[in-house]
């Protein structure tokens, strides 16, 4: 069974920087991308940063420059570096994984990620 485990939510207050992890044998898998979503309650769930396996990575626009997607595939362990964090930053991040031909697409459209972790939970306060 695919698991997926993040860590590394917290508090933090506005410009301050967090750094979450992702574990999972599926991240060792060359045929999948994996990325980073998020969650605010009662909005929908939105697309953060992708990375293949090879390290191409894309971004959605409103974290670009401010945040970093890396994957070890040695450690099966994605991470998400975020620097310049904003209130609006706030939400339930989670790790997930799916074969796209261009990781980029999901970017836009995630309905084809095949596996999900459980989310933790980033709050930034202004």
């Known amino acids: 069974q695919v698991q997926l485990v993040e860590s590394g939510g917290g508090s933090v207050e506005a410009g301050g920087s967090l750094r979450l992890s992702c574990t999972g044998d599926?991240?060792?898998?060359?045929?999948?991308?994996t990325g980073w979503f998020r969650q605010v309650s009662g909005k929908e769930r939105e697309a953060v940063a992708m990375?293949?396996?090879?390290?191409?990575?894309a971004y959605a626009d409103s974290v670009k420059g401010r945040f970093t997607i890396s994957r070890d595939n040695v450690k099966y362990t994605l991470y998400l570096q975020m620097n310049s964090l904003e209130p609006e930053d706030t939400g339930t991040y989670y790790c997930?994984?799916?074969?796209?031909?261009?990781?980029?697409?999901?970017?836009?459209?995630?309905?084809?990620?095949?596996?999900w972790g459980k989310g933790t939970l980033v709050t930034v306060s202004s």
């Open positions: 997930a994984a799916g074969r796209y031909r261009f990781c980029s697409d999901a970017v836009r459209d995630y309905v084809d990620m095949e596996y």
């Open positions: 599926i991240i060792a898998y060359s045929n999948y991308c």
């Open positions: 990375i293949s396996y090879v390290g191409n990575t």
